[in-house]
């Protein structure tokens, strides 16, 4: 079992003293050309190019679009590709990307200007999605190769690949079958055309054959190099996830601006409280507002030491911390109710180092407006001017300096600048309050709170709140009033199918969000045979996608039943099977993901505005980035910075944030390291001719063009 990194230091030790003193002049070779470190995206509108432009964004690493479509689009030439900057001649991209191996018409003078730049700066291009052909290295397909859907093929990295861009992963490469109906991929398998220096490094059995074909190769030919891709693909999809980080490699040899982990993070909300059960008959949970059916009686769910003990045993073989989530007064009331005993606050106390801690709240209170329940949905309470009649400052104060000195007092380990109010109220929701409550920024000042949680599903992005910024979480959708699956799955059919079915209707009143199931889910199979691979795939998703934010479930799935663990099984020990142990996940805490987001939106930021210049000449990059923006920057394992050892080692190679007093940060790369390849001297370009038409799949999603960087 790979274990499971916690740190989110990224910056380089004792870096703020170093970059007190001047830059020393970089001991760069006179003849090398510059490299900008930017990638220049030549796009046609289809989805493999905009899911490379998707990694790109999510990384943090600046490219410049070009839309093929346009009609006002730069013409691509010698002057728009390269120029001299203090008499250095300067390559203006690190890599080009296209749609194809040649998306241009034949005898296109643009097409001749990249392949004349390419030999001229040794630089790559990647093929985003390609017939195979033999001017892109490989056979055609109808010479013993195989076109068609690849749809739960696994796929395998090869030994060439893993010794090269693609050593992060373990070696297969599933490709997703979702659907029995929808075609989810389309391949070209074949295998190098004869004579051709054309090196597979990821593969797929050829049906029919005893050969496997390339999927994604690289092609050597007139001082040049291309990655070959021949399946297409989209940004969610599973099998592009595995190989965007190796794309991106290869195509910038491991020295890049920008940087990707893989994050996973769970919060357990309202520990110590008891969730309140759905009704099977009723279909609404007794004690929430709007289950009105008086004969309804709550029958709450709440953890027993036994899990406690479970979740420690489950933590430690997965070497995974859990976020508790807490509410003081739960306890409280239990030892009202029972003699003075609670034996599950006993035990968590007792093993409160195994698990990180968070205040919510100390009896979970709804923080924003005064809610009005006598009617359904509740509405907000007005005053008599007809304002909205908000929870007061001090009430909210209340509420989380009482959880925090309830968690001093039971000797919990607590960071008081976190917090998860209840429902993550105080923040707007809609449509009943579309604003915040105005009391709530200053009660988190009032308690030092800087970090405050927020529903992805409703307000995906960071923002600030006062002195506050939001962490967004992901719901996952397993409900906090199930303890025993066959809850889970009634509740989960009520939701999602048709009122002809005997559900509620919300899928047909709401197409653009839900989507109805063709039929009600077998209560005694549903769980683990549907819900659980969906929720398993939707998670690891966002683990793959470099996003750093966290899943949140309730106590409740950690009881009874022990619903979560399915689906956090299949999160982890389905990432372990596909990655390399130089690539663990990330578990970060609540405020290290802060900070992980601001940082992001303050490098983009200083992306968008052209407020970062980045080169490499030979062995030596440079970075400017504004004062106070950290750089984000990935390297080959043994770059130096000032005399510092950069980064920290993260599948394969260094990354990390570094502070910026706004001076130029020179890097040097280790000899040990993979050099750009010599410049090769101009030469004319080879023929080209038009690509034959990709076929894109019916079911393949087409993504939307990002703004051009």
């Known amino acids: 079992?790979?274990?499971?990194?916690?740190?989110?230091?990224?910056?380089?030790?004792?870096?703020?003293?170093?970059?007190?003193?001047?830059?020393?002049?970089?001991?760069?070779?006179?003849?090398?050309?510059?490299?900008?470190?930017?990638?220049?995206?030549?796009?046609?509108?289809?989805?493999?190019?905009?899911?490379?432009?998707?990694?790109?964004?999510?990384?943090?690493?600046?490219?410049?679009?070009?839309?093929?479509?346009?009609?006002?689009?730069?013409?691509?030439?010698?002057?728009?590709?390269?120029?001299?900057?203090?008499?250095?001649?300067?390559?203006?991209?690190?890599?080009?990307?296209?749609?194809?191996d040649n998306p241009f018409a034949a005898g296109s003078a643009e097409m001749a200007a990249l392949a004349a730049y390419e030999q001229t700066y040794a630089i790559p291009q990647v093929d985003a999605y390609t017939y195979a052909r033999p001017e892109a290295g490989l056979q055609y397909p109808v010479a013993g190769g195989y076109s068609g859907s690849l749809d739960g093929v696994q796929a395998q990295v090869t030994a060439a690949g893993k010794a090269g861009p693609f050593g992060y992963l373990e070696g297969a490469v599933p490709f997703e079958d979702n659907s029995p109906t929808v075609p989810e991929s389309y391949a070209y398998l074949s295998t190098p055309a004869a004579g051709a220096d054309f090196t597979p490094y990821v593969d797929a059995p050829i049906p029919g054959t005893a050969k496997r074909g390339s999927l994604v190769g690289e092609y050597r030919h007139d001082g040049r190099r291309e990655l070959v891709v021949t399946f297409v693909y989209n940004q969610y999809q599973e099998q592009f996830r595995l190989l965007a980080r190796g794309i991106v490699e290869w195509m910038t040899s491991g020295v890049h601006l920008g940087a990707s982990r893989n994050y996973f993070a769970v919060h357990v909300d309202d520990v110590f409280a008891a969730d309140d059960r759905w009704d099977t008959q009723l279909n609404c949970t007794p004690g929430d507002?709007?289950?009105?059916?008086?004969?309804?009686?709550?029958?709450?769910?709440?953890?027993?030491?036994?899990?406690?003990?479970?979740?420690?045993?489950?933590?430690?073989?997965?070497?995974?911390?859990?976020?508790?989530?807490?509410?003081?007064?739960?306890?409280?009331?239990?030892?009202?109710?029972?003699?003075?005993?609670?034996?599950?606050?006993?035990?968590?106390?007792a093993d409160r180092n195994q698990f990180r801690w968070v205040n919510h709240t100390y009896t979970h209170a709804f923080l924003g407006c005064e809610q009005d329940t006598t009617v359904v949905p509740w509405k907000c309470t007005t005053n008599p001017d007809g304002s909205t009649k908000w929870v007061s400052r001090n009430a909210i104060s209340d509420e989380i300096a009482n959880n925090r000195a309830w968690a001093l007092a039971s000797g919990l380990p607590l960071d008081s600048s976190e917090l998860v109010t209840g429902e993550h109220s105080g923040l707007k929701v809609l449509p009943q309050q579309p604003d915040d409550n105005p009391n709530l920024a200053p009660a988190l000042a009032d308690n030092g709170v800087t970090w405050l949680a927020s529903d992805s599903s409703r307000d995906p992005g960071q923002r600030r709140v006062g002195g506050a910024m939001t962490v967004p979480r992901y719901p996952m959708n397993?409900?906090?009033?199930?303890?025993?699956?066959?809850?889970?799955?009634?509740?989960?059919?009520?939701l999602y199918t048709s009122r002809a079915q005997g559900g509620s209707g919300v899928c047909e009143d709401n197409p653009a969000t839900t989507t109805c199931l063709p039929a009600p889910l077998d209560t005694s199979t549903g769980y683990t045979g549907y819900i659980v691979p969906l929720e398993t795939r939707i998670a690891l998703g966002h683990v793959?996608?470099?996003?750093?934010?966290?899943?949140?479930?309730?106590?409740?799935?950690?009881?009874?039943?022990?619903?979560?663990?399915?689906?956090?099984?299949?999160?982890?020990?389905?990432?372990?099977?596909?990655?390399?142990?130089?690539?663990?996940v990330v578990n970060l805490r609540m405020k290290d993901i802060g900070t992980e987001l601001q940082r992001r939106a303050a490098w983009q930021a200083a992306l968008n505005a052209g407020q970062v210049t980045a080169y490499r000449i030979g062995s030596t990059v440079t970075i400017q980035a504004p004062a106070g923006v950290a750089s984000s920057a990935t390297l080959p394992t043994g770059t130096r910075l000032m005399g510092l050892t950069f980064g920290t080692p993260y599948a394969g190679e260094m990354s990390g944030w570094t502070p910026s007093l706004g001076l130029p940060l020179v890097l040097t790369l280790p000899a040990t390291a993979t050099k750009a390849p010599a410049a090769h001297a101009a030469r004319p370009a080879p023929a080209t001719r038009p690509a034959p038409a990709v076929r894109v799949p019916a079911g393949v999603k087409q993504t939307a063009s990002p703004a051009g960087h």
């Not at 709440?302 to 899990?307: G, I, L, Y």
């Not at 009881?559 to 372990?576: F, H, Q, T």
């Open 544 to 584: 793959l996608s470099n996003d750093p934010k966290p899943h949140f479930i309730h106590q409740s799935n950690l009881s009874e039943d022990r619903i979560a663990y399915p689906v956090l099984n299949g999160v982890l020990d389905g990432y372990n099977a596909l990655f390399a142990d130089n690539t663990p």
């Open 1 to 100: 079992m790979k274990r499971i990194t916690r740190t989110s230091t990224l910056t380089v030790g004792a870096l703020i003293a170093a970059l007190a003193l001047p830059a020393g002049a970089a001991h760069a070779d006179a003849t090398a050309p510059r490299i900008d470190l930017r990638v220049l995206l030549v796009s046609d509108g289809g989805p493999s190019t905009e899911a490379i432009a998707a990694e790109l964004d999510d990384a943090g690493t600046p490219y410049t679009e070009i839309d093929l479509s346009r009609s006002d689009r730069p013409t691509i030439n010698a002057a728009f590709l390269a120029d001299t900057v203090g008499g250095r001649p300067r390559a203006k991209f690190q890599a080009v990307v296209l749609p194809n």
């Open 289 to 349: 507002v709007d289950c009105t059916n008086d004969s309804g009686t709550p029958n709450p769910i709440r953890m027993t030491s036994a899990d406690v003990d479970y979740a420690t045993a489950w933590q430690n073989s997965h070497h995974f911390t859990f976020d508790l989530v807490f509410n003081g007064s739960g306890s409280v009331d239990q030892r009202e109710d029972n003699n003075g005993v609670d034996q599950l606050a006993d035990k968590l106390v």
């Open 478 to 494: 397993v409900f906090y009033n199930a303890g025993h699956a066959a809850e889970e799955v009634d509740e989960y059919n009520w």
